[in-house]
């Protein structure tokens, strides 16, 4: 895979979702100059959220952390480019938006660790799992950006 190819998943949880932040959080990723290749809404189910947060089944925090996500829709979004999987987390900032950086989305519409709006894939082996989980091949749209010669 080409450096420009890379993909990872990102999602509006529902508290960003319900506030009313999803552009604004897209908009952050299309400044940057990455590609959106897959976007929908999603109510997510108990199936879907163990298999996502698989790693973390069995914590403390996981049911309640469930019960969140479920409480309302998910908007579930796939980025293509230069490094995006790493860049997405620093985007996104720290777990604990107490703990983000200003400028950073958990760091400018966040304070707490349960209520951090977004999520990201840790890692190019995840966000493959994680996108082949919430999207199906379809609905990864393969298109060509104008933009790409100015950005690259
Ligand atoms: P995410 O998967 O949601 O993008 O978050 P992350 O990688 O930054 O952090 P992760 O360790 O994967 O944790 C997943 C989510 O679980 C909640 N959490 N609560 N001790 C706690 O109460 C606790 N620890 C983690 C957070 O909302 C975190 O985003
Ligand atoms: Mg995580």
Not at 8 to 37: H, M, N, W
Not at 54 to 80: C, D, N, Q, R, Y
Request: with cysteine; charged share 25%.
């Amino acid at each position: 895979m080409s450096s420009q190819t890379e993909r990872t998943f990102i999602a509006v949880k529902p508290d960003g979702v319900q506030r009313g932040l999803v552009s604004q959080i897209l908009s952050r990723f299309e400044k940057r100059g990455y590609k959106l290749v897959a976007i929908k809404l999603v109510k997510a189910d108990d199936k879907l959220l163990e298999q996502h947060y698989a790693e973390h089944v069995g914590k403390p925090f996981f049911p309640k952390m469930v019960s969140f996500m479920k409480s309302g829709p998910i908007l579930a979004t796939v980025w293509e480019g230069k490094d995006v999987v790493k860049q997405g987390r620093t985007i996104l900032g720290a777990t604990n938006p107490l703990a983000s950086a200003p400028g950073t989305i958990r760091g400018d519409f966040g304070i707490d660790l349960g209520r951090n709006v977004c999520h990201g894939s840790d890692s190019v082996d995840s966000a493959e799992r994680e996108i082949n989980l919430w999207f199906k091949k379809e609905e990864l749209v393969d298109w060509e950006s104008n933009q790409a010669k100015w950005i690259y």
